[in-house]
């Protein structure tokens, strides 16, 4: 099969390798599609703690795809049938797992990380996340495309109800790359009131304007001023920073309305990740504030359910389609990052 096989720190290579072989309580999974995540452009560009220094591995985590080949000793699964794949499986046996949590499994593995992903024509799918139902059947109403979508997305909704967003209530989305737009998308479906979103990159912005934000605005030093005239001098109902940036997590504290929430929702880069924090506005505004990651596997099925109504239209964020031999000269190439939202390999094309 052909696979896009990650070789180390900024070396992907294209190339042909045996197709898996299951045993009695294994999946095949011939996959579909498999979009792009930041995650993997980081793990090209500075590895992961789970893949050991020469070691190989094949990315991609983000999948949807028919089940190929079913284990005899397989039970409810059937060939034909169509998956998004939850990716994070936890060890099931720890408090974090029984707590419903298994993407903070301290012992996890991850396809695309810790078992080979989706940059391939298969993907193997071990015991463990067979038996604890990773393989999520999608509608026909939902393109693979789409289902490739459901992963990054839920991962916004873990943030939409960690927040407890409230109809009618206002939001500010530091960031206008694919995440924030997917936040952006999540929110107007279920009910949110005025919507902005801000970014220092123009090209961003322009390339958001078509989701649905009732405004665009550019982050400077004059950003306070713009959300207090648009909120009437009181501030958003709730800020999720979607974007790497230490800054904006203080920022935020000024911006978000007395008894406000606000969620930490991108991680921050090594060397950068402690920020100065008033506290006494967190305490005298009552503010509530969360971080969250990943999503777990109620979650991540709740997504599929929300992704098959219209109105959610995740096709409209997939704006490049690639086949996996493209894989390498794309990771190569930043600027195909920044001038698209969701990028997706596609094995249908």
């Known amino acids: 099969m052909l696979a896009a096989v990650y070789k180390g720190k900024k070396n992907i290579e294209i190339r042909n390798i045996p197709k898996p072989e299951i045993g009695d309580n294994e999946v095949l999974l011939k996959v579909k599609a498999c979009s792009i995540c930041g995650t993997d452009r980081k793990i090209y560009e500075y590895g992961h703690f789970k893949i050991k220094e020469k070691n190989e591995q094949i990315l991609g985590h983000e999948i949807s795809g028919v089940i190929e080949e079913v284990g005899k000793k397989v039970d409810y699964y059937e060939k034909g049938m169509r998956i998004a794949l939850a990716p994070n499986v936890g060890c099931g046996f720890c408090e974090v797992c029984r707590k419903g ?34 393989l999520v059947e999608i509608p026909k109403s939902l393109s693979h495309e789409e289902a490739a979508v459901i992963e990054p997305l839920s991962c916004c ?3 939409y109800e960690s ?102 929702f991108a991680g921050l880069p090594v060397g950068k990740e402690e920020i100065k924090l008033n506290s006494n506005i967190i305490h005298y505004k009552q503010l509530k504030i969360t971080g969250t990651t990943g999503a777990s596997l109620k979650q991540f099925r709740q997504t599929v359910k929300l992704s098959q109504n219209a109105g959610c239209n995740l096709k409209k964020i997939i704006t490049k389609k690639i086949g996996v031999e493209e894989l390498s000269t794309i990771f190569e190439d930043i600027s195909v990052f920044n001038n698209n939202m969701k990028i997706v390999v596609s094995f249908e094309r």
């Open 101 to 134: 949590l298994e993407q903070l499994c301290l012992d996890y593995n991850a396809f695309g990380i810790s078992w080979p992903g989706g940059f391939a024509e298969y993907v193997k799918i071990p015991e463990i996340a067979v038996k604890h139902g990773n």
């Open 157 to 159: 909704y873990n943030a």
């Open 163 to 264: 927040l407890n967003v409230r109809p009618g209530e206002s939001l500010l989305i530091f960031g206008a790359g694919p995440m924030g737009i997917l936040h952006l998308i999540l929110n107007k479906h279920l009910g949110i009131g005025m919507t902005i979103v801000t970014d220092v990159d123009e090209k961003r912005l322009k390339l958001s304007q078509g989701f649905g934000a009732d405004y665009i605005v550019k982050s400077d030093s004059g950003i306070k001023k713009t959300i207090m005239s648009l909120t009437n001098g009181i501030g958003v109902d709730n800020i999720i920073t979607a974007a790497s940036v230490p800054e904006i997590q203080e920022e935020a504290l000024e911006l978000v309305a007395i008894n406000g929430k606000i969620n930490f």
